[in-house]
């Protein structure tokens, strides 16, 4: 059975996210959660999850804002969601000839991105790929299968990250 979670773990449900007392409005998945992830169906995995690397554009994020481990996001970062792919759900960069998402968009929503360790490092294929934290596109607008908030708390979030901090998915 797993551990309950902590008090400094991110408790994402399908009502909310708490985290460190407080709570959060967010969004999961447009398919709600699962426990059997499969690439594509807009599910966002149930269990507990690392955080395992940070990411951000920072020509919108100032850097002496984060963490020191946080990496920028240049113009050719992809993620690659392609199950045939050998660096499936790895982050890759262009040109790439297999299918990827991309991290620096013209929108704000991976403006800073939370990297879970949802199938990785060592990826089975078509078991999902990217699940994220990131901002939000609106208020109740599903993802394709993350965890999205509002930027400023995204933001106070990020501030108050530990190695510990976990992201827990509840049914």
């Not at 408790?11 to 409005?25: D, I, K, N, Y």
Request: with cysteine; charged share 25%; proline share 10%.
């Amino acid at each position: 059975m797993p551990a309950a979670p902590r008090r400094t773990d991110i408790v994402a449900t399908r009502w909310g996210t708490r985290f460190l007392g407080r709570r959060f409005p967010s969004t999961i998945g447009r398919s709600g959660t699962t426990r059997h992830k499969r690439e594509g169906d807009g599910a966002t995995p149930v269990g507990s999850h690392r955080i395992v690397a940070i990411h951000f554009r920072p020509d919108r994020v100032a850097a002496h804002r984060l963490p020191r481990r946080a990496i920028p996001i240049g113009p050719g970062d992809l993620w690659s969601d392609d199950p045939r792919d050998t660096n499936y759900n790895q982050p890759v960069r262009a040109p790439h000839r297999f299918g990827h998402e991309h991290l620096r968009r013209a929108d704000p929503i991976h403006d800073l991105v939370l990297v879970t360790n949802w199938n990785r490092p060592d990826a089975i294929p078509g078991n999902g790929s990217a699940i994220f934290i990131h901002q939000w596109r609106r208020p109740h607008a599903p993802t394709a299968g993350c965890l999205a908030l509002r930027r400023k708390d995204l933001r106070w979030i990020v501030a108050h990250l530990s190695r510990q901090t976990r992201l827990i998915v509840k049914p």
